[in-house]
């Protein structure tokens, strides 16, 4: 089975400062990854994803995550963020013998970005 | 593409009511839909799986007499919570997957349910 730890609840930090969400994942078999944000009251968008390939994956506004699989993460940074980039992040896995099924998502980190 | 909707947005209702939440995917065939429960300040977690023309198949916990799941259609998927109590207050999630080969799911809006 798979589990995702999102060792942060609240990261807070000043607009145009950089940012990094942590997410590490337990698996013992291959995995896919993946960075959502939900803003409030709104459902969930998906920001990038890992499935295979390059370690570093670049998502929509801004955001980029590395996977490293010998520390088991999948952190999400961005350079300079925004105060529109407040909002909660969730990092999911999904086990590719099931695909997009069986998603684990994260507890989360609500990211406030301070004007 | 791949927009996913879900109606009502909100609702309140007594206890006691049945509430259906529908879940739409506008612009493609879903073959596969989710229903996720969100509590606040917490994470998302899978209620059951819904294939069309199928049964639902529901996740350890989850009482199927309680959420009644409908995938009659490709697009559509609904989401009965019957004989609502205070404690079914949550943000329902649905999602929906194109094709099994698909890797992705793409969310809809939630439906934010409070019970009186």
């Known amino acids: 089975a798979q589990s995702v730890t999102q060792l942060d609840s609240q990261v807070p930090v000043f607009e145009e400062a950089p940012v990094e969400l942590r997410c590490n994942y337990s698996?013992?078999?291959?995995?896919?990854l993946f960075w959502y944000v939900q803003y409030p009251n709104q459902g969930l968008q998906l920001l990038l994803k890992y499935l295979s390939g390059s370690t570093l994956v670049k998502g929509i506004n801004g955001f980029e995550a590395e996977f490293n699989k010998s520390q088991t993460s999948f952190h999400l940074r961005k350079p300079s963020v925004h105060i529109s980039d407040t909002a909660e992040y969730f990092c999911?896995?999904?086990?590719?013998?099931?695909?997009?099924?069986?998603?684990?998502f994260g507890t989360g980190t609500r990211l406030t970005v301070i004007p | 593409g791949a927009v996913v909707s879900q109606h009502p947005s909100w609702v309140i209702c007594k206890s006691g009511t049945s509430v259906k939440i529908e879940c739409r995917s506008l612009?493609?065939?879903?073959?596969?839909m989710f229903w996720y429960r969100q509590f606040p300040k917490q994470s998302l977690m899978l209620m059951a799986t819904?294939?069309?023309?199928?049964?639902?198949?529901?996740e350890q916990g989850v009482e199927k007499d309680k959420f009644l799941i409908n995938h009659a259609s490709l697009t559509l998927s609904t989401l009965t919570v019957t004989s609502a109590h205070p404690e079914d207050s949550s943000f329902y999630i649905c999602?929906?997957?194109?094709?099994?080969?698909?890797?992705?799911?793409?969310f809809g809006p939630g439906t934010r349910l409070t019970v009186l």
């Open positions: 999911a896995v999904s086990n590719p013998l099931t695909g997009a099924n069986n998603l684990f």
């Open positions: 819904s294939n069309e023309g199928s049964k639902a198949t529901y």
């Open positions: 999602s929906a997957r194109r094709d099994r080969a698909e890797n992705e799911q793409f």
């Open positions: 698996s013992s078999v291959s995995v896919y």
């Open positions: 612009d493609f065939q879903a073959t596969t």
